[in-house]
């Protein structure tokens, strides 16, 4: 369907005789956020893996806006739209929080190879670089140490290194973990105001961010999709509710 | 090139290989079991050579010689463990090498000191003076073949050690998942001191070995760490089968090449080109090999990636 | 920092002035011993690059240093002795200007350091160390296995190579050559630093992975630096020719590897000054305590031991008290 922007089909990969993950079928439509949850263990973070590039698949297809991205490498697939947060916030601890965020700005600005001019000196990049720093409230810090900075600045840096990229598409990775109730707040507001440009593949344990957020919600087990639908298709899943053990979800 | 010629290098480059196994293997465990890459390993090689010099002038006796290079070499590397190996280990790589690069000046610098600058000498026992005949019609060097049946003698001990011991047992796992076993209660730092002597003495009767054909000399052991290296990047960081198989690989190469290139040049060029040419070349050979396995297979032909 | 820069600054001063006061008192032992410092310090900014900001643990710098020098050597042997270098498939004749060397010796040890770069990138950690380290002892046999250019014993150039309108035999004339590279080398050093090259390259030493996952090749990034790094050794190689009017294979072992690195460490990684205050203290030690005892490695070892093991930061970071980016 010409609507997808992500769509990925038959994706898995074994270790030896154990299926990590065993074909993964998972699309993301322009405009929606498409949460992916599902317990420890159950393959969420070898799916990402496979999906940015870093985990080779042993069989299946990645298309990325009707282009097959498949064989592409993990840098390839950032230069071309995909953009992801880590699970543990992964900076650059002795740059500051805007030097972060310029990093993340060189590959689009096409500035990566410019050896010789002073890059303090590139006001383009500053402002832009401020204006994202606005947008996820880290802008008071800018000016501070990563290394520094509190666990809860340091997640919503990861995703202003995200932000930073202008992707096709976005994959946080647990972007919640560690925040508190008025940090949480402030990444839904600001997931809802993404989503309207760029679509998001969001993975969480977060149940009240999800229902928040989520447009649809896919329910992985054992390396294995078992349930895709809306949050209260999903909330109202035997089968979901099996899997995370009779727990309320 | 003859037949009989042939097969001459081919022992000598075995016989190299054997010697390169020794020092490769302790190397390669090292690091395999804690992470530690050490460019001193040469020093105990020549450390190992030191000892048995001493000896074999103050006894007379080869064999005592022998055990003194492996005892002498243990004492060594356990006492270099303990004062500045052991705090390392949690060190990243840069500070490894360059601490243990400084190690070199250090104790370098410390045996010629005291033993100055002129080279000892170990002679190779009247047992094993001279040829014995083999396969009929080469006539080989008696010592040389006992140095190869050391060789591998101690490749099979380490084989036994390895896979059929406790000691073993934890040197394995300790390759595999240092946190975990010092979980499951193993005396992490009395292992570690273990792995490290028993590399350097292996180093250090390697050392002794060699010392008899060669000379004992302050520095002997940094050309064979060099190539030693080379073998453990061919062969695979933490495989001791990679570390065998890569000694014989290089060793064999590096003996046959340095011979039979410039002679195998002459059928192309110009004889007296050819020597120059061949013999350069063949000192480069087993870097050019090295290179081209680390192409193909970036992690040696065993290691893990 | 403002310590640090006062620092910086004393250096470049003591680089001019103790040259002068030999020219001054005609005592031209400390014009070149200044010059040898400057020369090391132009090998350690090079590799700084490398290993201090980007992290590359390159143990074979002495490949490029050495290569640098013998380019040189040859150049000048075959002008000097007037041999053709080459004639197939155009006469090649050797050189004895700087001018003309320089180039050549630049063009060679890029290519040297791209191939070596190209090669040994696609590994890292260990195996980084070690293909470095072997590639550089693979041209150090060679050298001493080529008997053309002297093999174990060295190339002497009994005339230093010229340069237009100076008399380069004259030490302090030399001497002010090789400051003028030193600020050049400094000057690309600083600037490559701090430009958004220079950001990749910083940000490649703390965190590779999230380098890449914003969409920097990281290989192309790291190979530039190397090439940059290896080519500046490789003009400091030149220099030393001319310096000592010899070149040999020493200048291609990995102990002169160790020794670059040496001073980078000790005067600080991932500072510009740093290899500048590495080289002259290694060379003070040298002097000083080489005059007391041959084995004054030894206590070179120590010292460096004991710098690793209790001031990581070098020299230079023990003025900075912000040492977020060091251990």
């Given at each position: 369907m010409k609507n997808k922007i992500l769509n990925i089909k038959n994706l898995s990969k074994s270790y030896g005789a154990f299926k990590?993950?065993?074909?993964i079928a998972i699309d993301l439509n322009f405009n929606e956020i498409h949460a992916l949850i599902g317990p420890n263990g159950a393959g969420k973070s070898t799916l990402i893996k496979q999906i940015v590039g870093s985990v080779k698949q042993d069989r299946g297809s990645i298309l990325l806006d009707q282009e097959d991205?498949?064989?592409?490498?993990d840098v390839e697939r950032a230069k071309i739209g995909i953009s992801r947060t880590f699970q543990v916030s992964s900076i650059i601890?002795?740059?500051?929080a805007i030097e972060n965020i310029i990093l993340s700005l060189l590959n689009k600005s096409n500035?990566?190879?410019?050896?010789?001019?002073?890059?303090?000196?590139?006001n383009e990049l500053e402002l832009k670089a401020k204006n994202i720093l606005r947008e996820i409230e880290l802008i008071e810090n800018s000016g501070m140490v990563a290394s520094e900075l509190s666990h809860g600045d340091r997640r919503k840096l990861e995703v202003g290194l995200a932000l930073a990229m202008n992707p096709k598409v976005f994959l946080f990775d647990e972007?919640?973990?560690?925040?508190?109730e008025s940090g949480t707040q402030m990444m839904i507001n600001l997931f809802k105001k993404i989503k309207l440009n760029t679509p998001i593949l969001l993975i969480e344990h977060d149940m009240e961010a999800v229902f928040a957020l989520a447009d649809r919600v896919s329910v992985i087990n054992y390396g294995k999709i078992v349930a895709t639908g809306t949050v209260d298709q999903i909330r109202s899943n035997e089968l979901v509710k099996d899997v995370y053990l009779g727990y309320e979800i | 090139m003859t037949n009989i010629l042939f097969i001459e290098q081919l022992l000598n480059g075995i016989q190299f290989g054997t010697m390169l196994f020794l020092m490769s293997a302790g190397l390669t465990l090292i690091f395999g079991v804690m992470g530690l890459i050490n460019l001193a390993h040469g020093s105990f090689y020549m450390i190992g050579a030191f000892c048995a010099a001493l000896v074999a002038g103050l006894t007379g006796s080869f064999w005592l010689a022998l055990g003194a290079s492996l005892c002498g070499a243990a004492i060594a590397g356990v006492l270099i463990e303990i004062l500045i190996?052991?705090?390392?280990?949690?060190?990243d790589h840069l500070d490894q090498v360059l601490a243990t690069f400084a190690l070199i000046l250090l104790l370098s610098e410390g045996v010629r000191w005291y033993f100055g600058a002129f080279p000892l000498y170990l002679s190779i026992p009247e047992s094993l003076n001279g040829t014995i005949p083999i396969f009929e019609e080469i006539i080989y060097s008696k010592y040389r073949l006992f140095i190869i049946l050391m060789g591998f003698l101690i490749a099979i001990g380490l084989y036994i050690l390895i896979t059929k011991t406790r000691l073993g047992i934890r040197i394995r796992a300790g390759q595999n998942d240092r946190e975990m076993i010092s979980a499951l209660g193993v005396d992490i730092s009395k292992l570690y001191t273990v792995v490290f002597a028993l590399g350097a003495s292996l180093a250090g009767l390697s050392g002794a070995l060699i010392g008899a054909i060669q000379s004992v000399e302050v520095g002997m052991g940094e050309p064979i760490l060099i190539l030693a290296f080379v073998v453990i990047v061919i062969g695979g960081i933490g495989s001791i089968k990679g570390a065998f198989i890569g000694s014989i690989l290089v060793g064999v190469t590096d003996t046959l090449g340095r011979v039979f290139l410039p002679d195998l040049l002459k059928i192309f060029i110009e004889p007296s080109y050819a020597t120059s040419i061949g013999s350069s070349i063949g000192s480069m050979l087993i870097y050019i090999l090295m290179a081209l396995i680390l192409i193909t297979k970036p992690s040696g032909l065993f290691g893990k990636s | 920092m403002i310590i640090e820069k006062f620092f910086n600054k004393w250096i470049l001063f003591l680089l001019i002035i103790i040259p002068i006061f030999g020219l001054i008192f005609e005592e031209p032992y400390y014009i070149t011993l200044t010059t040898k410092v400057i020369i090391l310090a132009i090998a350690g900014i090079g590799l700084n690059l490398a290993?201090?900001?980007?992290?590359?643990?390159?143990?074979?710098h002495a490949a490029f240093f050495g290569t640098g020098g013998y380019v040189t050597g040859i150049l000048s042997f075959h002008a000097l002795n007037e041999e053709?270098?080459?004639?197939?498939?155009i006469d090649i004749f050797g050189s004895s200007e700087m001018l003309i060397i320089w180039p050549v010796a630049i063009l060679v040890c890029a290519f040297l350091s791209l191939i070596i770069g190209f090669l040994s990138l696609r590994t890292s950690g260990v195996y980084f160390i070690m293909i470095t380290l072997a590639f550089a002892q693979m041209l150090y046999f060679f050298s001493i296995s080529w008997?053309?250019?002297?093999?174990?014993?060295g190339l002497s150039i009994y005339v230093r190579n010229s340069f237009p309108?100076?008399?380069?035999?004259d030490p302090f004339t030399f001497y002010f050559i090789c400051l003028v590279w030193l600020m050049i080398t400094l000057f690309i050093s600083f600037k490559l630093i701090n430009s958004a090259f220079g950001m990749a390259f910083q940000a490649i030493k703390q965190n590779e992975e999230r380098v890449k996952s914003v969409g920097i090749e990281t290989y192309k990034v790291k190979l530039i630096v190397f090439v940059i790094s290896g080519t500046m050794a490789g003009l400091a190689g030149s220099l030393y020719t001319d310096l000592n009017r010899f070149v040999s294979p020493s200048v291609l072992d990995w102990h002169t590897s160790g020794e670059i690195m040496i001073f980078v460490i000790l005067g600080g990684?991932?500072?510009?000054?740093g290899p500048i205050v590495g080289a002259a203290f290694f060379i003070i030690l040298e002097q000083t305590l080489g005059t007391y005892t041959e084995n004054w490695q030894f206590w070179l070892g120590l010292i460096l031991i004991l710098e690793i093991l209790y001031?990581?930061?070098?020299i230079l970071g023990l003025f900075d008290k912000k040492k977020s980016n060091e251990k």
């Open positions: 990590v993950t065993d074909q991205i498949t064989d592409l490498s601890p002795s740059f500051s500035k990566t190879f410019q050896l010789f001019k002073n890059i303090k000196d590139n972007p919640m973990a560690g925040l508190d | 190996i052991r705090r390392l280990y949690r060190r | 290993l201090g900001y980007c992290g590359l643990i390159s143990f074979g053709l270098l080459f004639s197939w498939p008997p053309t250019y002297g093999g174990e014993d309108m100076v008399n380069t035999m990684m991932a500072r510009l000054y001031a990581r930061s070098g």
